[in-house]
């Protein structure tokens, strides 16, 4: 009896599964939803799903399901940097690529991109490697080219056919997971490719306190990641050489958050004349876990 309860409890109405099911598509362009059903045994609704990426089908009865799918389906993805997905519009087949993207000016494309560009060959890993599925779409977005004319390159995705070129970068929504203020970096990081959140999003962690022992410092760092994640954050930066920062690495990896460090030159040296903002993206676990 308590474990039928327990199942009527947790089980989903119709109105949380639609809103549910509405959070998987956007989050995931990789998975459609098939149906959303009643399912007697459970007591409430159920969301049946296709994950293109794993190419199978699963069944979501409860938000718990979904957050445990959610994990798996975000590694698989990890390594690609990018995701699309296939559909029809207006009688044609589309094919669009997940994310956020901005036109660049050819004046600021990278060297290795002009270079692509000037010998009409497609720069860094062609997109059909990375999304084969895209193969069946007659036109891509962004661009509205065809699928073996594109070819991604760090956060920039180039389009190279014989009327021309179109480069396009990413721009990631940037978590400030620090203790200090980026409110006045925001447009800085914005030429950098990144939606910066000013607020300091980082845990104030005070060691060799009883209030604070390992496995708070963790849990903390776990319950505020899985907040920005849901709140469609691709990235965190992050600062120093703290637990906090050990922590946020490991478990942004899990969940398929960029791990980010910024850098700021003020001035012009002797050795170099650049004065302004940079970063560095730190390695993903598993490319670590590769090295051993």
Not at 132 to 146: F, K, M, S, T
């Amino acid at each position: 009896m308590k474990k039928e309860k327990s199942m009527a409890e947790n089980a989903l109405y119709k109105e949380d599964a639609e809103r549910l099911a509405n959070e998987i598509v956007d989050e995931n362009p990789m998975v459609d939803i098939l149906d959303i059903r009643m399912d007697p045994d459970l007591g409430g609704y159920v969301i049946v799903a296709y994950d293109y990426g794993a190419d199978e089908e699963f069944t979501v009865d409860k938000v718990e399901t979904w957050n445990a799918k959610r994990s798996q389906h975000i590694e698989t993805h990890v390594t690609h940097g990018l995701s699309g997905k296939v559909h029809q519009k207006h009688g044609k087949t589309v094919g669009s690529i997940a994310g956020h993207w901005v036109e660049v000016k050819a004046e600021d494309w990278p060297d290795e991109i002009c270079d692509a560009v000037e010998n009409r060959r497609v720069p860094g890993e062609s997109l059909l490697d990375l999304e084969p599925q895209l193969a069946d779409a007659e036109v891509i977005y962004p661009g509205e080219g065809r699928a073996e004319n594109y070819g991604f390159d760090g956060n920039y995705l180039a389009m190279v056919s014989s009327d021309g070129a179109r480069v396009f970068r990413q721009i990631i929504k940037l978590a400030n997971f620090t203790l200090e203020d980026q409110s006045d970096r925001v447009k800085d990081w914005r030429k950098l490719g990144f939606d910066i959140s000013g607020k300091p999003e980082a845990p104030m962690v005070i060691p060799g306190t009883d209030e604070w022992d390992e496995e708070d410092v963790l849990e903390e760092v776990r319950d505020r990641l899985l907040d920005l994640s849901e709140k469609g954050y691709g990235a965190i930066l992050v600062d120093g050489q703290t637990n906090t920062m050990a922590y946020a690495w490991l478990l942004a990896g899990v969940l398929g958050l960029k791990v980010i460090m910024g850098w700021e030159q003020k001035g012009a040296t002797p050795i170099s004349g650049f004065a302004g903002m940079g970063y560095t993206e730190l390695l993903h676990y598993k490319e670590v876990e590769e090295r051993l």
